[in-house]
Structure formats: structure tokens, C-alpha cells
């Protein structure tokens, strides 16, 4: 419980963020648009819709930033999750309570998390997002940069393919987005507003940036069975 508690530091991000950026730019040829929209400093939470397994590697590695993940507890099976523990992602295991503290944590040393609000692979159009990211935004006072990616799955494709070398895949960020919540929301309220600020916001940059991509989402939603 106690390695659950304790916050990521700094350096783990900063060992994996390389091993990201040769798998997103060399394995796979990610081309990445408006990188220059994420804050360089302060504390930022990135959200991205949910579409294929190698989703957190591409993410990790286009973020202009060293960056700590929230990840399923199924995921930390097997030798990857020394892998993930190794470069500071963040496991998210029962409520999710403890990945939130930790996560909170590492926004309040201004830090990057990075957040798939969809919670599962599949067509990445976020129609049903969880609330964790605007609980993050809200208690770690930080923008939140919606993220759209396209060709890390292919309709057709299970949810957990491992694409071949150079694999077009498409970035996009989008606006920073400040959660204004009035002062007179509170508690159940406040967090139920940034939750639809949140779903909102990136709702429709992947609705646009699909529109503006010649990479389609899948349209087919398979079941996500654990690697």
C-alpha cells in the first residue's frame, strides 16, 4: 500500500520518455500537430481518447514534456509492469483513490499526467469518459490539453495489436482548456460541471481534428481482453 501511496518522482518519466519517443518517431512514424500548445512548466493534465495498446507509448513519447500515466492494474502484469513502475506510471487499482493522490502529486511538484478518460480501447470518438482528469484539474489546479490520436488501431484490428514498423499514426493536441468553475459550485456540483467541460473539450477536438485528419478512427468497437 505504501509504494501505492508514495508519489512518482521526477526521474522514471525522464529514463522512459526516450524509450516513447524511438517507439513513436522511429518504430512508428507518429506525426505530431500543435506540440507547442502544451505549457512548458506548471502543472498540466493531458487527456487522449482511447483507441489501441500502444496508445501510452505514442502519447509519452509526443508529449514535449517528461510525463507519469494513469494505467489499469492489469496492465502492471508480467515483466511490463516493471517497465511501467520502472518509468513512474501510475497503477489505478480498486476506487482509483490512491492513483488520484498520487497523481495529484506529481501536478502539485508541476509535473505532467496524462489521463485516457475513456478507460478502455476501442473507438476513441470519447462518447463515455470517467471523471478522474477533472477531479485532477480541479484539486491540482491545471489546464487540461486535450489529445486526439488516429492509426494506432484500424477498424478491423483487436484492441490489442501491436502495429508494424512504421505505422502512420497521427498527434494532435488542442487548446488549453481552464476549468472556470463559478465559486458557488461545490463538491457533487463542481465536479460534475468539470467533468462536462472536460468531456466536452475533448469530444469535439477529436471531432475536428478526424475532420481535418485523412487517418479515420475505427469504427468497429471490439472487446478489450487483458495482453
Avoid at 151 to 161: D, K, L, M, Q
Amino acid at each position: 500500500m505504501r509504494g501505492r501511496r508514495r508519489v512518482p518522482g521526477p526521474f522514471g518519466p525522464l529514463i522512459g520518455r526516450p524509450i516513447a519517443q524511438f517507439l513513436s518517431r522511429v518504430y512508428w512514424h507518429t506525426t505530431v500537430r500543435g506540440a507547442d500548445l502544451v505549457p512548458r512548466r506548471g502543472p498540466v493534465v493531458v487527456i487522449a481518447n482511447h483507441v489501441g495498446f500502444i496508445d501510452g507509448p505514442i502519447v509519452a513519447g509526443v508529449i514535449p514534456r517528461s510525463s507519469n500515466f494513469l494505467v489499469k492494474q492489469d496492465m502492471f502484469r508480467h515483466g511490463l509492469g516493471v517497465i511501467l513502475r520502472g518509468t513512474g506510471q501510475i497503477e489505478v487499482a480498486g476506487t482509483g483513490r490512491e492513483a488520484l493522490a498520487r497523481a495529484k502529486g506529481v501536478l502539485a511538484r508541476g509535473g505532467v499526467v496524462g489521463v485516457f478518460p475513456e478507460g478502455t480501447r476501442g473507438t476513441g470518438d470519447a462518447a463515455c469518459l470517467a471523471g478522474g482528469a477533472a477531479w485532477l484539474a480541479i484539486h491540482g489546479k491545471a489546464p487540461v490539453v486535450p489529445l486526439a490520436l488516429f492509426g494506432t488501431r484500424h477498424t478491423g484490428e483487436s484492441v490489442n495489436i501491436w502495429p508494424k514498423p512504421r505505422r502512420r499514426i497521427l498527434a494532435v493536441f488542442g487548446e488549453p482548456v481552464e476549468l472556470d468553475i463559478p465559486p458557488e459550485f461545490h463538491g457533487q456540483a463542481r465536479q460534475k460541471m468539470a467533468e462536462e467541460a472536460v468531456a466536452a473539450a475533448l469530444r469535439e477536438h477529436v471531432r475536428r481534428a478526424e475532420a481535418q485528419s485523412d487517418i479515420p478512427l475505427p469504427h468497429d468497437e471490439q472487446p478489450e481482453e487483458t495482453p
